[in-house]
């Protein structure tokens, strides 16, 4: 599904990826963990089509097509969605509007008519049951007055009412406590199955203990240093990335 | 002595009196225009096309003579003739003002004409089987379906007095209107069916020697709309007036006027679109609303008046003098405007806060794009007591399109408790862009209180890619994101009215970003 290789990137003349190479089939799982700055957000960003991340090397296929070469809305409706780290405020524009839009907009790509106003609406509210959000925040807003966890499960709901098969979910374990947590781990599992995948980019274990992956990868100084299973995280863990750098 | 073009004498009935109208798509400036530099910019501009109709039209130029021969076209009683020319020689006297943060060609006002008329009019239609069908057709183009209006009457609930140039050529629903004792008709009409109303309303709020325009307009003004809503009444439907320019070389110069009686209510939509042309055309109106006490006005208008093309050629140049007074206590006057046409906008939708307690309510969303330039804000004079007046102003810039509030707040010594909140936001797109903000207070009582909270922002790049992000493209998240800022005064708008405001918007935006 998605084929990385030899990518490198850099950001304002700085290199920051530096001949990384990952393979995603559908329904795997993989954790991407490595410390501060050593490029996972990059890795996000240069997938997602983020301005400002120059890739000097290296090719990104998805389903076999080159990703650099589409624009970001492009790859979304192809199927890949990010979720932020950061997700930002957009003052005014509700979330349904949003959503509206982004479904729409995927639909268009894809040939189909827009979707019914009621057929939308049944739909989100089921999936914002899941992740625990009140259908008075749907109509506020854009992330509007959010906390830092109503952010992080908004991304989660959007990821589940749009459906996507590639999910890359940029440390949206991080600032949670444990509730949030679970209830973003659920909607992670939610979309499980055999033809999406998922790579959770985190600093930490625990979201991994919610969220089971198949693999596990230690990305440091700009590439992967060592990949293995979800045994590989608690060793992590247990350890810190030390180890692996000075390897 | 005056002549009608291609006419020898002022006789209306004899001789063609023929303006063909010419092809914009066909003009050698057209012609000569990149194609692909027109397909990759802004959507040729949806409401630019001419009705080539027949058109009775005074030959350019403005003297007492034209004057005079206006006034006797719309058989005026002396007092307005004198009006007028009491008007024409104080302009005579006033210079051009130039305070305004703007900048333009200045108006040849010996170039213009002065009075158009489309000539199969000229007997005025008694119905509207009488209009002609092309003047129809031109307003089925802008979306105002007469015919569909008056028979859906019962759904629709709008009615609509459309002035085209300057003959208004069919007023709806007036029947029904009347019935709840409403009065909604052409100015020129008023002045011979309620000449009491008229003489003691007009030039009341905007006096004759107001300011350069509003002279210029009482001078010359030829149509627009009245209205009086009778004490105690609640006008049954919203009023809508939709105002068009078509004729080439002649300037727009409508008057309305709209009295509200005691404990009486009325909102009243203003809609504008004007032809596609290479040149400037002028656009001085006057708007005067008067509410008595306990009285309210509602006053709306999505503007969209040719903006000139991406190099500033053309366009309108929107002169406005638009004024409400809370005469009577308790009274409310609520202007909202969506400002998205014209080359050159100078407008200041003002209250004068006369009543005790009365309200004053300016919302204003303003957008340049290309060469656009607007100065428009408010004035709100506080002279009752405990007067309020809220204030939102959305400006957006994109382009090289500069922005500019400029509002002022009076509190005179009467005004005692007096209250004022100010809002004013500007959005910029892209780097070449300009915001200006000119507030002025005048505070001269110590009991009053006042806010103002301003801000400048850029649409992020984080909230662009946030939406490009969720699959929505950039024009379309560029066009949601402005949206997003003008909510607050969107959600002032009838509600057919602000969905028409946000595709404006997102038209008028096309080409702003990438």
Not at chain 1, 174 to 201: E, F, M, Y
Request: hydrophobic content about 40%; overall charge negative.
């Amino acid at each position: 599904m998605l084929e990385i290789n030899n990518l490198h990137a850099r950001v304002e003349e700085k290199e920051i990826l530096k001949g990384l190479n990952l393979s995603i089939k559908p329904g795997e799982v993989h954790a991407i963990m490595g410390p501060n700055g050593s490029g996972k957000s990059t890795l996000s960003n240069v997938i997602a089509g983020r301005e400002g991340y120059e890739v000097t090397e290296g090719s990104v296929l998805f389903d076999g097509k080159n990703l650099l070469d589409l624009e970001p809305e492009i790859r979304a409706c192809e199927g890949i969605f990010l979720g932020f780290q950061y997700p930002v405020e957009i003052p005014g524009v509700s979330n349904m509007t949003l959503l509206k839009a982004a479904i729409n907009a995927r639909r268009k790509h894809q040939g189909e008519t827009e979707i019914a106003p009621n057929d939308f609406l049944a739909w989100v509210r089921d999936r914002a049951k899941l992740v625990k959000i009140d259908p008075k925040m749907l109509s506020r807003g854009v992330n509007e007055g959010f906390s830092g966890g109503e952010k992080k499960r908004n991304e989660i709901l959007q990821m589940l009412v749009l459906q996507p098969r590639l999910m890359i979910l940029d440390e949206t374990d991080s600032g949670l406590d444990i509730d949030a947590l679970k209830i973003v781990a659920d909607g992670i599992n939610a979309l499980r199955g055999p033809t999406r995948a998922t790579v959770l980019v985190t600093h930490y274990q625990r979201l991994l203990d919610y969220v089971q992956p198949d693999y596990v990868h230690v990305l440091a100084r700009g590439r992967i240093v060592k990949s293995g299973g979800p045994e590989l995280a608690k060793e992590l863990e247990e350890k810190g990335y030390g180890w692996l750098e000075a390897a | 002595m005056i002549r009608l073009m291609n006419e020898p004498t002022f006789d209306l009935n004899q001789g063609p009196a023929t303006t063909m109208a010419a092809n914009p798509q066909t003009s050698a400036a057209a012609n000569v225009r990149d194609v692909t530099a027109m397909v990759a910019s802004r959507k040729l501009y949806s409401a630019g096309f001419i009705t080539d109709i027949e058109a009775d039209k005074v030959a350019p130029g403005l003297s007492e003579d034209v004057i005079r021969l206006i006034s006797a076209k719309k058989e005026e009683p002396e007092w307005l003739l004198n009006f007028r020319l009491k008007a024409y020689r104080r302009w005579l006297t006033m210079t051009e003002p130039e305070w305004a943060h703007v900048d333009y060609q200045k108006v040849d006002y010996q170039s213009i004409s002065y009075y158009s008329q489309p000539k199969s009019m000229k007997d005025g239609p008694q119905t509207l089987a009488d209009v002609d069908p092309k003047l129809l057709e031109t307003y089925r183009k802008l979306g105002i379906p007469l015919r569909e209006q008056e028979m859906l009457a019962g759904v629709q609930n709008v009615a609509v007095d459309v002035v085209f140039d300057s003959v208004s050529v069919g007023t709806t629903f007036k029947k029904k209107l009347l019935e709840a004792g409403v009065i909604f008709c052409p100015l020129s009409e008023a002045v011979k069916s309620h000449p009491e109303l008229v003489q003691k309303y007009l030039g009341s709020v905007v006096p004759f020697a107001d300011n350069f325009f509003a002279a210029l307009n009482t001078a010359v003004f030829t149509e627009g709309s009245f209205v009086y809503i009778p004490k105690g009444v609640r006008c049954p439907m919203e009023l809508s007036t939709y105002f068009r320019i078509n004729e080439r070389n002649t300037g727009q110069f409508e008057r309305t006027l709209i009295i509200a009686a005691e404990g009486s209510h009325v909102s009243y939509l203003e809609g504008c679109t004007a032809p596609q042309r290479d040149e400037n055309q002028l656009h001085a109106a006057v708007v005067e609303l008067v509410a008595l006490d306990d009285a309210e006005i509602k006053y709306s208008t999505v503007q969209n008046w040719y903006p000139g093309d991406e190099n500033g050629k053309g366009g309108i140049y929107n002169f406005v003098t638009k004024r409400g007074d809370c005469r009577g206590a308790r009274s409310k006057i609520s202007w909202t405007q969506v400002e998205t046409g014209s080359a050159i906008t100078w407008k200041y939708p003002s209250c004068i806060l006369r009543g005790d307690d009365s309200v004053g309510e300016f919302y204003s969303v303003a957008l340049t794009n290309h060469r656009q330039q607007a100065d428009t804000g408010t004035k709100m004079i506080h002279i009752g007591k405990r007067t309020k007046s809220t204030i939102v102003s959305k400006g957006i810039a994109a382009g090289r399109g500069q922005q500019s509030y400029r509002g002022l707040v009076r509190v005179l010594e009467s005004a005692e408790g007096a209250r004022n909140y100010t809002q004013c936001d500007s959005l910029l797109i892209g780097d070449q862009c300009g915001a200006h903000t000119f507030p002025y207070t005048e505070v001269r009582n110590p009991t009053a209180t006042l806010e103002h909270e301003a801000t400048t922002s850029k649409i992020a790049d984080d909230q662009l890619f946030y939406c490009r992000a969720r699959g929505i493209g950039e024009e379309e998240a560029v066009s949601m994101i402005v949206n997003g800022f003008c909510k607050d005064v969107f959600k002032e708008l009838p509600m057919e009215f602000a969905v028409e405001a946000q595709k404006l918007l997102a038209v008028s935006l096309e080409g702003a970003v990438g």
